[in-house]
């Protein structure tokens, strides 16, 4: 009986974790996209999740710009229509802020300017949050789908066991494969990523060899908020938030990008699953109250025991 | 305490009295109560500044996640009034103790990372505590009232009381700050946050100094916490362990300015006004002012004076080029009535002063060491030469500590130096340069030299002296007051040399000290290196300039993809056709025999 009910219990960790993983995954990218390429550190990755999930939600439930699509479409076209907002959005900050911390301004100089980035982005992300308090309230909210409390049952399996797939999860998941995809191809095979790249691999010869540094890096800052963005619109469908929220996911994107190998693009993702399956898991033993703190628990010893993974003091040079 | 230290701390102590009974002064005469509450929180708020300050500011280590120890302190306080009856008088000082257990804790890992992964980590712990308080059920906690003896508990119905005990605290926290910044404490931080590597290898244990720094810290964040739930009566996780708890220490510090006393409580005393009466005015319909003025204020001071207000104020009114954190410096003065420099005992060296045997380092499948054994005597220039990439840098990052051996053994005067910390090393007696100078440069001349002579274990005034004579032995006495940062290149070089002069050691590992340098520069150092040999230190020396190589060295090794290729007496080694042939190919060879 209590065997039945572990079977079943460890079928649907699995599945959550996968399904939820993935959509971690696509949300570790933009953070681990503006860190590779930018080697900056974007302490308000979890405002600008939080301003895709609102952006989805005025789009699709309060704005009402996209109900035409209906409740099915709209909130996961609601969720892409996000990118291009908050990549608008990004490109901007970059320019008036990011930029003038950052990129060719700070090479040589004593840190490499993250003392002044980090302390820009904690900025920028005091004003998101507490702005979005302001304007969208702090009364929890959530993008309307039936699909949110609808479910595919697979089985009865083993012993019984039956597997729920929650269809809004399922349907947020196919999405973020599907724009981990478009990115991967994008930064793999056009002249497009092939600049980003090697703005990132060095920015002084890319500027050498005729590459707008700056303009690749506005670009990429604005990707990574756009990329994030989705992930927040596409996880809108299936909890509620608040202007807050970006904090209970901030510490998920470090663990993942950090998990993923700092630097890694799609090491990112593949972090971001990882962090997905460990707090699905630590829910069969753990109180909800304390899943995050197991979250935040795993961060630490990732970056304590897997230095290797970790720029720094191997690459110095004395 | 550190040069010029004394008049530094006199001013400073008199403008904190001022200031302070000002400040009381002022607040006697208010009497409306959210006034008096702003008045007891700047102090507070400026304290936990003062708290991040000694920690971030000077050392340089950020930390994101203060609160950890803001909200020890208010936790303490409260839960040890409600379980255990015991007066804040009492609570105050064990959440200073526990504060300074959960620093050793918290810093014991943490340090082990740098920058951005310090940063980031430092987060993670209030964010973890504030559920574990969530998950134990301590949501929203209350001070239980005390009338019968209100003094027993620190309650008054008089609210200015704790605007007194507010500025005390503070007082106590900025003239611990002040004892750091004057001692050798904070020159150890101040040189750690410019340059780690070239702190360690000037004898300074960098580990320690920032775990000390932590351990203040925390206790005086304890404090300002442990205050804070006094005066506010109830304690919420999200009020003390928050982001917003550890985003107001570096709101404050970074606004009034950085690495400087006097930075947070001028942060504090602007911004937490502001945004309290902010708050108060429009909260109703503009929930969250606070924070997003404390984003825009460190944004825009980023973005205009990155070094905070203080800093610009001065450097505005005073237009001089002082050197951040450190007080004027006068010419070092004559060394002429110190004693002779105090020589390390050498006895009279049955063996080799250097040995090292069969040293072997990779980095994955390259070997750039490789069985390399060689001896120095003492006394003796040691010219070490090879192409480049034939492993000179990494074997002196080897034997200074740098980097680890994978075999080989290597010992200073038949003591090991290997599976020694790079301080470790330097205190042996191993002095070091680095092929690309390591120097703090916002800190004057002298002090980058006292660096070194605190590294050696000197008191401050032996120091001062080491470091002056030392400056006097390299010819650069008269720029001793000049921040490292303007020098020319040969000054960087001669003031390396000097730095690792100064904690007198008996050997002298000097990487391409004349990289870089025209002929006459060039003939300048080398006059200096035969001054200091003359004075009976050992040298080894890497050198790519070969006609300076054959007047300096008195004997070369020659390596060549990790191995000793050649050893001998200059005249030889350079016909050596090996070593020709390493240098300049076998064509080059080739032709000459032709």
């Known amino acids: ?318 | 305490m550190r040069q010029g230290a004394g008049p530094h701390l006199r001013r400073n102590l008199t403008v904190l009295a001022v200031v302070s009974v000002v400040y009381l002064v002022v607040a006697m005469f208010v009497t409306n109560s959210y006034y008096q509450l702003i008045l007891t929180l700047v102090p507070v708020w400026a304290l936990f500044g003062v708290s991040w300050n000694i920690l971030s500011g000077y050392g340089g280590q950020l930390s994101f996640g203060h609160a950890s120890f803001f909200g020890i302190g208010a936790y303490t306080v409260t839960l040890s009034v409600i379980y255990w009856g015991l007066s804040p008088w009492l609570g105050i000082p064990l959440g200073m103790v526990i504060g300074g257990l959960a620093a050793i804790a918290i810093g014991f890992p943490t340090f082990r990372l740098r920058g951005h992964y310090f940063a980031l980590s430092m987060l993670a712990y209030p964010l973890a505590i504030l559920y574990v308080m969530q998950y134990l059920g301590f949501q929203e906690v209350s001070m239980p009232m005390q009338r019968e003896n209100g003094f027993r508990f620190m309650e008054f119905s008089e609210p200015r009381i704790y605007t007194l005990l507010a500025v005390l605290l503070l007082v106590g926290g900025v003239v611990v700050s002040l004892i750091i910044e004057n001692s050798r404490f904070g020159l150890a931080l101040l040189a750690i946050r410019q340059n780690e590597l070239a702190a360690e290898a000037a004898g300074i244990n960098a580990r320690l100094w920032k775990m000390r720094s932590l351990v203040v810290s925390g206790m005086l964040g304890a404090v300002a916490g442990g205050f804070y739930a006094r005066v506010l009566l109830v304690v919420t996780p999200d009020s003390v362990f928050g982001m917003l708890v550890s985003a107001q220490a570096v709101v404050v510090t970074l606004f009034g300015g950085v690495a400087s006393v006097w930075g947070p409580v001028i942060g504090a005393a602007i911004l937490v006004p502001l945004a309290e009466t902010l708050q108060a005015e429009l909260g109703t319909y503009l929930p969250g002012i606070q924070g997003v003025v404390y984003g825009i204020a460190i944004i825009a001071i980023m973005l205009l004076s990155p070094d905070g207000l203080f800093w610009t104020v001065r450097d505005r009114l005073f237009r001089r080029e002082a050197p951040r954190g450190v007080s004027d410096v006068g010419p070092a003065a004559e060394p002429a009535a110190l004693p002779p420099p105090t020589r390390r005992a050498s006895a009279p060296a049955a063996g080799p002063l250097l040995q090292v045997e069969g040293l072997s380092r990779a980095f994955g499948g390259l070997r750039a060491v490789s069985e390399v054994s060689f001896s120095v005597t003492e006394g003796e220039i040691l010219g070490i030469i090879g192409p480049n990439g034939a492993g000179k840098t990494t074997l002196f990052n080897v034997l200074n500590g740098v980097l680890t051996a994978d075999e080989g053994a290597a010992r200073l005067d038949g003591q090991a130096m290997l599976g020694r910390k790079t301080f470790e090393v330097c205190r042996m007696g191993v002095g070091r340069t680095f092929q690309v100078v390591r120097s703090f440069p916002r800190l004057p001349v002298l002090d980058n030299v006292i660096v070194g002579a605190y590294g050696a274990g000197l008191s401050d005034r032996e120091a001062i002296a080491e470091a002056v004579r030392a400056l006097h032995q390299v010819g650069l006495h008269d720029r001793s007051g000049v921040a490292a940062g303007q020098l020319t290149n040969k000054q960087l070089r001669l003031m390396e040399l000097a730095r690792a002069l100064a904690g007198n050691p008996r050997l002298l590992l000097l990487d391409e000290t004349l990289a870089g340098l025209g002929r006459e520069e060039c003939d300048d150092v080398l006059g200096v290196l035969a001054r200091v040999r003359a004075q009976g230190v050992t040298i080894c020396i890497i050198e790519h300039t070969m006609h300076a190589m054959m007047r300096l060295a008195d004997r070369f090794v020659v390596l060549d993809h990790g191995r000793v290729l050649a050893t001998g007496l200059p005249r030889v080694v350079v016909e050596d056709t090996s070593v020709i042939e390493a240098y300049l190919g076998k064509k080059w060879l080739a032709r000459r025999d032709a």
């Open chain 1, 1 to 318: 009986m209590d065997l039945e009910i572990l079977i079943e219990n460890v079928l649907n960790a699995v599945t959550a974790g996968i399904t939820i993983g993935c959509i971690y995954g696509l949300m570790c990218i933009g953070l681990g996209l503006i860190f590779g390429i930018m080697r900056i550190v974007n302490f308000a990755q979890g405002e600008l999740l939080m301003l895709g999930m609102f952006a989805s939600f005025y789009l699709v439930s309060e704005g009402r710009v996209l109900s035409f699509l209906g409740p099915y479409w709209g909130p996961f076209i609601g969720a892409m229509c996000a990118a291009p907002l908050l990549f608008s959005g990004g490109a901007l900050l970059h320019k008036f802020l990011i930029s003038r911390v950052s990129g060719l301004r700070t090479v040589g100089s004593l840190d490499e300017g993250h003392f002044g980035q980090l302390v820009v982005t904690l900025g920028i992300s005091l004003i998101l949050q507490n702005g979005g308090q302001i304007l969208f309230g702090s009364t929890p909210v959530a993008v309307r789908t039936p699909l949110s409390s609808e479910a595919f049952l697979i089985g009865p399996l083993y012993h019984g066991a039956t597997v729920f797939l929650n269809k809004a999860k399922l349907v947020a998941f196919f999405v973020a494969i599907l724009a981990a995809v478009v990115l991967y191809v994008t930064l793999e095979y056009t002249r497009l990523g092939k600049a980003l790249r090697a703005a990132a691999d060095n920015p002084t010869a890319a500027t050498y060899m005729g590459i707008d540094v700056d303009r690749a890096y506005r670009i990429a800052f604005g990707l990574g908020c756009g990329i994030t963005a989705v992930a927040g619109g596409l996880m809108a469908t299936y909890i509620s938030f608040t202007p807050f929220v970006g904090f209970d996911y901030v510490i998920i994107m470090y663990s993942g990008v950090v998990l993923g190998g700092m630097g890694s693009i799609f090491g990112a993702f593949w972090g971001g699953v990882t962090v997905g399956f460990v707090q699905q898991f630590s829910a069969l033993i753990l109180p909800p109250q304390l899943q995050n703190a197991a979250i935040f628990v795993v961060f630490l010893m990732i970056v304590l025991l897997r230095p290797q993974g970790l720029f720094g003091r191997s690459a110095e040079r004395a």
